[in-house]
């Protein structure tokens, strides 16, 4: 197995790259307090880190990267500190601009959007617009998101759909329910990563982990550059995915193929 993620120069053989990945971005504020620093730097150094793991992805030629950047419980932090976040999510949205367009890169936004104060909502909103048809990487914010209050929202777009007479409540299948998802345009989610050495989910794409591989490393989000990144994926390609099946299920229909 070699991968080699290097700006400028990323490869890897021998392994099998995941479609998707999602990443818990954890450990900004412990990074800050251990640092001597206030919390907002630890999210502004924690900026440096999604700047380097978005290109690092798309150089590797990763097709779906989700990113969660606030979730809907993160309201509840001190209101300077959400402030500062916003701030720091509007900047983002204009210096990263250009190169997300210049790469290619379509941006999405999953979560409470409307929540979100207007001085974000606009560059995102633009961005969105201007990216819509590119494809050589998506890039899914999940702003004021949660996992729970996904699947909820879903559910009451069925029964609006139902209450209409377009859908029959037996139509509603796994797979039905799933397109109602605000991820239904994307591939089916591989690998979720989080930092920080924390080993639990907090609520993040609950419906699409149903079979993704989990990787929890030790690293805190600031710290967190593309030879982290390049550790997870080597865990990745080392696991065998078998989706409910047995090892001799799986080499039978690779033998078929």
């Known amino acids: 197995m070699l991968l080699r993620v290097t700006d400028g120069d990323s490869k890897m053989s021998e392994a099998t790259l995941p479609r ?3 990443i818990i971005m954890d450990g900004n504020g412990r990074w800050a307090e251990a640092h001597g620093r206030p919390r907002i730097e630890g999210h502004r150094v924690g900026a440096e880190s999604v700047r380097d793991i978005t290109r690092a992805s798309r150089q590797l030629g990763i097709e779906a990267l989700t990113l969660y950047a606030f979730s809907s419980q993160n309201w509840q932090r001190p209101a300077d500190e959400v402030t500062g976040l916003m701030q720091l999510l509007r900047d983002f949205l204009i210096d990263e601009r250009s190169e997300i367009l210049d790469n290619g890169i379509r941006l999405q936004a ?10 974000v909502t606009e560059p995102l909103r633009e961005l969105r617009e ?7 990487m998506t890039l899914t914010l999940a702003l004021s998101y949660g996992g729970r209050e996904s699947i909820a929202r879903a559910a009451q777009a069925a029964l609006r759909d139902a209450a209409a007479g377009a859908l029959r409540p037996e139509e509603l299948d796994v797979e039905r329910l799933g397109s109602y998802l605000p991820t239904a345009s994307l591939p089916p989610l591989d690998l979720l990563i989080r930092t920080s050495g924390e080993q639990r989910i907090s609520n993040f794409m609950l419906w ?3 079979y993704a591989e989990l990787v929890f490393i030790d690293v805190l989000w600031p710290e967190f550059r593309r030879e982290h990144l390049a550790r997870c994926l080597e865990q990745y390609a080392g696991r065998e995915r078998r989706f409910g099946l ?5 080499d039978s229909d690779i033998e078929a193929r």
């Open 130 to 136: 201007v990216s819509a048809h590119n494809t050589g």
């Open 110 to 119: 999953i979560g409470d959007i409307d929540r979100l104060p207007a001085f």
């Open 20 to 22: 998707h990945v999602g």
């Open 208 to 210: 699409e982990l149903a």
């Open 246 to 250: 047995t090892s001799a299920q799986l």
